[in-house]
């Protein structure tokens, strides 16, 4: 009995590495920060604005604004030689008072709108901007807050 023991325990002696495992790399990244020749670089064009949306449903979801949610369809153009990033997060919404209003996170999850975007160079990328406003107030204008400019809605 104690040999069959002894032979069973064998394999897993064997298996047992002496030496110290080499201890993890670090790696750490820094958070993207859009330059100023990105913002001459990307041009944002708002195709279509909708305003008085009162629910949102996806393929995961079901949503309730606490106002209205604004659907900005954009299209963004990248004029340079290279690859541009921008975030959604950078584009907030102003209403007619004057309230600037960030993109509605949950709206944009539930549309799978993407949070950041890579454009290659000279290409155009189209999306859907989702916004929570007032049921008081109208979309006026879209702001870049990272740019400091903005965007004249249609209609």
């Known amino acids: 009995m ?10 897993l002696a064997a298996c047992a590495d ?11 990244t820094t958070e993207y920060v859009r330059t100023p020749a990105d913002c001459t670089k990307l041009e944002i064009t708002a195709l279509v604005v909708e305003p008085g949306h009162g629910y949102i449903f996806g393929t995961h979801a079901e949503w309730l604004p606490k106002g209205q949610l604004v659907r900005v369809r954009v ?7 290279t690859f541009h990033t921008t975030r959604t997060t950078d584009y907030q ?14 709206a ?6 993407p949070t950041e975007v890579t454009i290659g160079a000279g290409n155009r990328l189209e999306l859907d901007l989702w916004y929570d406003i007032p049921l008081d ?12 400019t903005t965007t004249t809605l249609p209609g």
């Open 137 to 148: 107030t109208t979309p006026r204008l879209l702001r870049d807050s990272a740019c400091a």
């Open 108 to 113: 944009m999850a539930i549309k799978r709108q």
């Open 75 to 81: 299209a963004i153009t990248n004029a340079d030689s």
């Open 2 to 11: 104690r040999r069959l023991l002894s032979l069973l325990f064998l394999p």
């Open 18 to 28: 002496p030496t110290p495992a080499p201890s993890a790399t670090i790696v750490t």
């Open 93 to 106: 919404l102003d209403d007619a008072a004057g309230t600037a209003h960030p993109v509605s996170n949950d």
